[in-house]
């Protein structure tokens, strides 16, 4: 498809637009974090690590980010496993319902999350703590585990869409058995798109706070709830531009890790 100069001059202008709208209010966290003033001023007055270095001192801050790291491997270890148990079922299977439980499978990360935490809520209130489970770490791993689930579920069921079957009847036509067809064959095929979705599910479990507010009890807190909690007390706005510049900073590497595993192809090329 061709298109005309102006065409491509007003897509251009569009893309800039939405690109500026996205990033230039990251952009302005980003410079802040270096602002030597307490007080948000613009421009910024000189340039210093010192907000950077307060953050890094900061009981509060590594406590959340070894909160935010533990809820998020977690999670991702859950995904990984039943989002791609699942695909398989899924995609290699043919079976009554399975259309609609792909439907069912993705629907979570399609509701508002004040939904999705208000259901987690009730059910850890009427069924878990009954059973000795109460609000803690654990509520919360299972809690972005239900989102988490529907990217590592797309990216494996989206790879095993695009290999077939081919190679895998090949292997065991030549006397593989299930296991060895599965450990030679199938899991190279999927490996980087396995790769590609736990690195998005753990950026986005380490983003998520919504679902965390309703999930974690009031020992728990991660780091985007100390962002939130300490965003209007006074004097820490600083503090907590430096830790939300290194939050963007961090969920932009496992962002494009994932995308360049995906664009790798089965054989997942950096």
């Not at 899991?187 to 986005?204: D, V």
Request: hydrophobic share 55%.
């Amino acid at each position: 498809m061709t298109f005309s100069r102006r065409a491509r001059v007003l897509m251009g202008v569009a893309a800039a637009i939405a690109l500026a709208f996205i990033y230039v209010p990251l952009a302005v966290v980003l410079v802040n974090s270096f602002n030597p003033s307490r007080v948000f001023s613009w421009p910024p007055q000189g340039l210093t690590l010192t907000w950077w270095a307060k953050a890094a001192q900061n009981d509060g801050v590594r406590s959340a980010v070894g909160t935010s790291v533990k809820a998020g491997l977690g999670a991702t270890l859950i995904a990984m496993i039943l989002g791609s148990m699942i695909a398989f079922a899924v995609v290699r299977y043919d079976w009554f319902g399975r259309t609609a439980i792909s439907f069912l499978i993705i629907l979570p990360i399609a509701l508002p999350g004040i939904i999705t935490g208000i259901a987690l809520n009730s059910t850890i209130t009427t069924v878990l703590q009954p059973l000795g489970i109460s609000f803690g770490l654990l509520t919360v791993i299972i809690g972005h585990a239900t989102f988490c689930i529907v990217l590592v579920f797309n990216n494996v069921a989206a790879r095993l869409r695009r290999t077939g079957r081919v190679l895998e009847e090949a292997s065991m036509d030549l006397g593989a058995t299930s296991l060895q067809t599965f450990r030679l064959v199938t899991f190279p095929l999927i490996r980087s798109a396995l790769i590609a979705g736990a690195l998005l599910a753990f950026a986005l479990s380490f983003d998520e706070i919504v679902v965390t507010t309703f999930t974690a009890g009031p020992d728990i807190q991660t780091l985007p709830q100390w962002i939130f909690n300490n965003l209007f007390r006074p004097n820490q706005a600083p503090i907590v531009n430096a830790v939300a510049a290194v939050l963007v900073l961090a969920f932009i590497i496992p962002v494009y890790l994932a995308q360049r595993l995906s664009e790798g192809g089965a054989g997942g090329r950096f």
